[in-house]
Each structure stands twice: as structure tokens, then as C-alpha cells.
């Protein structure tokens, strides 16, 4: 059964820094990993979606990698803001489009 | 990217009730939805696959009976909460797929329930 862990749990940063978040899944036969952000009550917005034979992917501030064999992700912020201040979840799909998700980071930048 | 457009976005209904959420992919078909539960400081939690013109797929330990699920057209798939209790307040949330598996998830703007 397919396990996807994130750490930390929480975490705050002064506005500026760069910031790794963490995503690590039990079972490496995965055809995709995404990343998603979550602002308090409200849906989920997708950022980055890596499919299984690539390393990584880039958008903006945003860079994704993923290590299937290791069954690890990282999501690198860069130069954070304010703004960037949300919930982010990891989910891993390996069965049929099925979502399995991490308990998400919840990170806090200070201005 | 592809949206999602789920209503109502919050809802309070009496015991007893019945409450239906609708999920529609708006610039897209979905032959595939899902619908997911979140309870507060947790992740989500898949509930069931909504296939178009099929009965959906509930996970393990999700009552059947109660979350209703319809997948009547490539764009729209209900849950319907039947006979509500206090204990099914939470945030659904649906997604979709554009037809492949292997393509990006949309999801929903999610919806607030609130049994009183």
C-alpha cells in the first residue's frame, strides 16, 4: 500500500530565504508525482506536475525534483514572499489516476 | 490550466437531510472524477472513483449508501451525502482527469459541509 509522507509538518521562514520541502512515497512505481497548495478553506491549485521518467520540473520561483528509485520529491521555493504562505501537498499516482496524498507542509513566511 | 468547478462551496443542513454536491470540468471531459474528503489539519482522503456511465468505485471502509455518486456526462459527477450527520462535516473536494491517466489532476474549489 502506497505511503507518502512529507516533513516538516510546518515550517516558517523570514521572507526572502530559499526553502526546501520535503516528500517521500513507499512504493516507486508511480506513473506521476504533483505538487499542489492549499490556502486555508479553499481548494487545492496545482504547481507542479512531474511525470515518472522525468527528474524535475520548473516554474517560476518553483523547482520539483523526483528520485523514484530513492521514492523522493522536493519541492525548492525560491526567494519566498509572504504570499507563498499556504498549505503544500505531495500526491503520488500509481494506480489508475488515484491521488494519494501527504499530510502537506504547512509553511508560514514572515515578512 | 484545465478547471474544475464545484458547488456549493459551502453548505449547513439539518440532520437527516440529504445534500448534493456537483463537480463539473468546465473546458474539458472527464471521463474520470474523484472525490476526496479532508478533515480539518489533515490530508485528503480519497473516497471514491467516478466513472461516466458506470457505477462509481468506493474505497475501503466508505458506505456506499450514503455517499451517492452520479457520472452522468463527460463533464458532471454528483455526491450526494444521504441521511447527513453531524459526524459527515467536512470538506469534499473533486477532481478530474483529461481522459489520459497519466495527465494532470484539476481539482475543485472544494465544498464546506456543515451538518447541524
Known amino acids: 500500500k502506497q505511503e507518502v509522507t512529507q516533513i516538516p509538518a510546518a515550517l516558517s521562514v523570514p521572507e526572502g530565504e530559499n526553502l526546501v520541502l520535503n516528500c517521500s512515497f513507499t512504493?516507486?512505481?508511480?506513473?506521476?508525482l504533483q505538487w499542489f497548495r492549499q490556502d486555508p478553506g479553499k481548494g487545492l491549485t496545482s504547481l507542479l506536475l512531474?511525470?515518472?521518467?522525468?527528474r524535475e520540473q520548473t516554474s517560476g520561483r518553483l523547482n520539483a525534483s523526483l528520485d523514484k528509485s530513492s521514492g523522493r520529491s522536493t519541492l525548492y521555493i525560491a526567494a519566498s514572499q509572504p504570499g507563498d504562505s499556504a498549505t503544500y501537498l505531495c500526491?503520488?499516482?500509481?494506480?489508475?489516476?488515484?491521488?494519494?496524498f501527504g499530510q502537506g507542509t504547512e509553511l508560514s513566511v514572515k515578512p | 490550466g484545465a478547471v474544475v468547478s464545484q458547488h456549493p462551496s459551502r453548505v449547513i443542513c439539518k440532520s437527516g437531510t440529504s445534500v448534493k454536491i456537483e463537480c463539473r470540468s468546465l473546458?474539458?471531459?472527464?471521463?474520470?472524477m474523484f472525490w476526496y474528503r479532508q478533515f480539518p489539519k489533515q490530508s485528503l482522503m480519497l473516497m471514491a472513483t467516478s466513472n461516466e456511465g458506470s457505477k462509481a468505485t468506493y474505497e475501503q471502509g466508505v458506505e456506499k449508501d450514503k455517499f451517492l455518486i452520479n457520472h452522468a456526462s463527460l463533464t458532471l459527477s454528483t455526491l450526494t451525502v444521504t441521511s447527513a450527520h453531524p459526524e459527515d462535516s467536512s470538506f469534499y473536494i473533486c477532481?478530474?482527469?483529461?481522459?489520459?491517466?497519466?495527465?494532470?489532476?484539476?481539482f475543485g474549489q472544494g465544498t464546506r459541509l456543515t451538518v447541524v
Open positions: 477532481s478530474a482527469r483529461d481522459r489520459a491517466v497519466n495527465t494532470e489532476a484539476f
Open positions: 473546458d474539458f471531459q472527464a471521463t474520470t
Open positions: 512504493d516507486s512505481a508511480i506513473y506521476n
Open positions: 500526491a503520488v499516482n500509481n494506480q489508475g489516476g488515484k491521488l494519494i
Open positions: 512531474i511525470q515518472s521518467s522525468q
